[in-house]
């Protein structure tokens, strides 16, 4: 190879391996270049130093062929590639809500993360250097963010400040959360902004836990919890949290959708939360636009334990199962879509008479192969709820309740609702059995080809014959 074919060879690759977003600028010579080298040397350092890049030098022995200066260009910035980020910002003081991304730690705050965060070594398991320790940036080129090689991943420590940097580093990249437990001190957010969005990808037994002494009321994951925007044409605009574990320790609030739209939350379980899902008045209006599928909730067992809360509009949820709560779902939001959703009861006998499976407050929401197991009543429409809809769902009782009142329906105001093909499992006359309980008169609702056995039904009333169609 010619000398100035090799010069423009040596450029070439120097510049891709800079093009790494590497801090490092490779210097190349040959043995022949000594005396010029060494000027040039020096004058690449002043400049190096100016811009606060970092200068290697690599002396290439004999004849130079392109594989040559290949292997010394890769080889030179695996070497000497620092590791990201170099310092996450400060998680905030005790109570106070997510911090914007590098702001300074508040008085009393959790302390810093560490400067040099652990690398990833050519195995590709992450390892923690002494501080300064150079190492390569496997974890940024692999198409994805591995939380592990930047956050504790063991429970010993607070990982929230460093999951927010990257966050805040990483716009428009999945972050990976590999099996373990990160310990969470405060919420994370992500950002709702399609430009700065990130999307989380938990594995099935990455376990994000409320630390014990948890004193936040908003949720351990805040999805769209700063950068709120109203944009649905920008990529980015779709982002989720999938699969893993979200621990509430009893105290903690799972996740709650914010400020965004298009949201996804998808095969997720949550354990011991007080409300395990929150969708939150979306950006369009009130209408959020999320979509949930897969997720298991097992509450807390608290009188204030809330499988879902959705005061937002327009969303749809499937395929879920939730426990150990007092109120399965509240629907505040109207033109929601709920398919396969099944609450069941197994919190404490003394709070059964206040149990609900599901509780709507709106109007226009769609219940498709629905099922209320085992709460004192399976469905509460609220005094402004109208045009609910009830196709093909069921209301069940797995044991007597003595004395205990078991009702499919219930309406704080006219009946409004439309149901179609509702089975009603009253099993034993023990319990008060009611079809449905009206407040007032009137409504345009109406009941239709219900599947019971009409016998056990020995409430008084009986109102429930005056909507049969």
Not at 174 to 187: I, N, Q, S, V
Not at 272 to 297: E, F, M, P, Q, Y
Not at 310 to 337: F, H, P, Y
Request: glycine share 10%; net charge neutral; with cysteine.
């Amino acid at each position: 190879m010619g000398r100035d074919k090799a010069k423009r060879r040596i450029g070439e690759f120097s510049t891709g391996v800079h093009g790494l977003e590497s801090p490092t600028v490779l210097f190349l010579l040959t043995a022949g270049q000594t005396e010029v080298g060494d000027e040039k040397l020096a004058g690449a350092r002043r400049h190096a130093d100016a811009l606060g890049w970092n200068l290697a030098p690599l002396i290439l022995k004999g004849r130079i062929s392109a594989a040559v200066v290949r292997f010394a260009a890769v080889a030179l910035a695996l070497a000497v590639a620092p590791c990201a980020p170099a310092a996450p910002p400060c998680a905030p003081a005790p109570g106070a809500s997510c911090a914007p991304a590098g702001a300074p730690c508040a008085p009393g705050g959790a302390p810093c993360a560490p400067a040099v965060a652990p690398c990833a070594p050519a195995g590709g398991a992450p390892s923690a250097p002494a501080p300064g320790t150079p190492c390569a940036p496997a974890v940024q080129t692999a198409g994805f963010i591995n939380v592990a090689a930047f956050a504790p991943s063991d429970g010993s420590a607070d990982a929230s400040a460093a999951i927010q940097a990257l966050i805040a580093a990483n716009p428009n990249r999945t972050l990976w959360f590999p099996d373990g437990t990160y310990l969470l001190e405060h919420p994370i957010c992500t950002p709702a902004d399609p430009r700065l969005s990130v999307d989380l990808q938990l594995s099935n037994y990455a376990i994000l836990k409320a630390a014990p002494d948890w004193a936040h009321t908003n949720a351990m994951v805040r999805l769209g919890g700063i950068h709120p925007a109203n944009n649905i044409r920008t990529p980015g605009s779709v982002y989720s949290l999938t699969g893993g574990i979200i621990d509430g320790s009893g105290v903690a609030d799972g996740v709650s959708i914010e400020s965004g739209r298009e949201t996804r939350v998808r095969l997720v379980s949550m354990k011991r939360v007080r409300v395990g899902l929150h969708i939150k008045r979306g950006a369009n209006g009130n209408s959020a636009d999320a979509d949930i599928s897969d997720v298991h909730i097992v509450g807390n067992r608290a009188p204030d334990s809330v499988g879902v809360v959705v005061d937002a509009s327009d969303n749809t949820l499937t395929n879920m199962r939730i426990a150990d709560v007092r109120t399965g779902l509240e629907i505040n939001g109207g033109g929601n879509l709920l398919t396969n959703v099944h609450p069941l009861w197994t919190n404490p006998g003394d709070q059964y008479d206040d149990g609900v499976g599901f509780r709507d407050n709106s109007g226009n929401n769609c219940y498709h192969r629905c099922y209320a197991d085992h709460f004192s009543v399976g469905w509460i429409f609220g005094p402004k709820s109208f045009n609910a809809v009830l196709d093909t769902c069921i209301a069940y009782w797995y044991s007597p309740n003595p004395g205990k009142r078991h009702t499919a329906i219930r309406s704080d105001g006219p009946f409004r609702a439309q149901v179609s093909g509702m089975q009603i499992g009253f099993r034993w006359t023990e319990a008060t059995n009611t079809v449905l309980e009206v407040s007032e008169p009137g409504g345009w609702g109406f009941l239709r080809d219900l599947r019971m056995d009409s016998r056990l039904v020995n409430e008084e009333r009986k109102a429930y014959l005056e909507y049969l169609r």
